[in-house]
């Protein structure tokens, strides 16, 4: 029997659990630092860091991020992860099939979508629908998906876990990971911050793209020298009785060279808005996500991040966020009330590579110590990431059962 240890229940650790709880030869303990609670309280357990120019979003419970996902399912880096021989055509396809991932249904698009989407033609542009893994059946277009769905009708990484638990996994909670112990250049363990020392066979870390390479510092591993986090703002204005907030998020998106519009609600738009228009409430508002692909000049220390705009994000921001407006103006959204909230990032990502500090089966220089989260990616795609890194971690999952 082999011991894993898999640190952050999150996106990718517990499609890494998942898939490795299908050998019996192995005995998984999930170490996370949230608590398991229900995917519609997902809300609750946002931790964002705004200590930079920019506010960095992830939630800390089990889960991760996939509590508070828009269910943007769009495959990325599949041709660039074959330059360091990795394909992940074969993920894509079981998670097409798993998750029914598609786009939504005509009677689930939403007014606003649409009106979005016949603007924007008008004017040129060829808005396309978003793949999504959520549901129609039970969706009950509430546009909570951000906040954790009610309705049971978004995939959410929930589900790996009942199948990893199934498995004979164990889940320890409100429990974090501190650092790695490791002896010759192999990995044997790992210490918590309630002073519990846990040995393993094998480390799988995936605590997220900010925390992650911290972890890995402990073992003298210099990640973090990288890191992106897809810059995005959310532009909108007024038009009477929208109700967007009340419509599937991102269900219709426009992809420019290297910027990225989809139709997006904010409550942090609200205020401003108010400004030209003091009686408007969150249903009067009509508004879009302009987001852009990162570059990694992003740093994740043991004790600091360090995360900026640099004059390339700031006029690739600037350029979409003009052809937004365009849209929402022709839309009908009054043209004095555009306003914009700060920028925000919320794929944090690369900051442990491929090719840089973990192979091609994403196992770093230290022997039987593995990344399996976003960290991994080479570069930012630009477009929603959870595909791609739950293919990475179902691939290293099926990596470790075989070869365990
Ligand atoms: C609001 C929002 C909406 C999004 N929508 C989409 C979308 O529609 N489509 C898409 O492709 N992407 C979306 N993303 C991005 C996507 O969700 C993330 O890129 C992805 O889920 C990250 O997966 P991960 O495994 O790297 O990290 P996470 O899912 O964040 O997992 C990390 C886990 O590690 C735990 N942890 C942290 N520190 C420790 C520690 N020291 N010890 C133990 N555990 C620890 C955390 O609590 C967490 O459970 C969205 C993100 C946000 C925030």
Redo the contacts with the bound molecule.
Sequence with gaps: MKDVII???????LSVARELSKNDNVNITI????PLADAEDGYKF??PWDKNEMEL??????????L???????PSLVGELKEYDIDIEPQIAQLKEELNIQPMPESHTGKINNLLEKAAKELGLEMSPTPKAINPQKCKQCGR??WGCPHGAKWS?LEDLKVALDNGATLLTN????KLITEEDKVKGVV??KGNTYTADVVVV????M??PK?LRTAGIKAGETFAVDPFVTIGGYYKGACQDHEIQ?NKYLKLPHILIASHTSQYLLPKIQETHPDATADDIISFMVKVPDNLKGKVYANEVVKGIDFDDASLIARGCGIASAILVQAGADIESISSTHVRG????SSARIGDIVDNNLETEIKNLYV????VLPEAPG?????T?LAL?RRLGQHLAEIL
């Design positions: 640190i952050g229940a999150g996106t990718g650790g170490i996370e630092k949230g946002y931790d979003i992830k939630t800390t419970v089990v889960g991760g991020s996939s508070v996902i828009a269910g943007n399912f769009i998906c951000a990484s429990e974090a990971a501190i918590t911050d995936a605590a997220g793209g925390i992650t972890l991102m919320a794929h944090l990502l399996g989260d976003g960290c477009l929603p990431p959870i595909y890194i971690s």
